[in-house]
Nanobody
Framework: VQLQASGGGLVQPGGSMRLSCVTS????????IAWFRQAPGKEREGVSA????????AYVDAVKGRFTITRDNAKNTAYLQMNSLKPEDTAVYYC????????????????????WGQGTLVTVSS
């Protein structure tokens, strides 16, 4: 499966942005999907994830109430809606999938996912 993330750019603090992740080569419904981010000088961090089937979601505490992960299996596309953006949300954002269905405690671990897209840069700045 190939993943293509898009939608990044420059946004002011308090603004919104929606990232998209299009999958090809296999149907998205066969995968759990996640969004990660990596800021300069920092480790890659799990932001949000969604299991396949039951669509159970997980969010890192820093984005709860501001970010929403969704998926449209018919379009083979996953989304990350980001609202009330803060400068500390600035990072390269990656989407990733796994054919497994991770337990809740593993949903935001990078090692859980075997397929990765290229990143899209999100910059939150005035």
């Amino acid at each position: 499966v190939q993943l293509q993330a898009s939608g990044g750019g420059l946004v002011q603090p308090g603004g919104s942005m929606r990232l998209s992740c299009v999958t090809s080569g296999s149907t998205l419904s066969s995968y759990a999907i996640a969004w990660f981010r990596q800021a300069p000088g920092k480790e890659r961090e799990g932001v949000s994830a969604m299991r396949k089937g039951d669509n159970k979601k997980a969010y890192v505490d820093a984005v709860k109430g501001r970010f929403t992960i969704t998926r449209d299996n018919a379009k083979n596309t996953a989304y990350l809606q980001m609202n009330s953006l803060k400068p500390e949300d600035t990072a390269v954002y990656y989407c990733a999938t796994t054919s497994g269905n991770p337990i809740y405690g593993n949903m935001l671990r990078p090692s859980t996912y075997e397929n990765w897209g290229q990143g899209t840069l999100v910059t939150v700045s005035s």
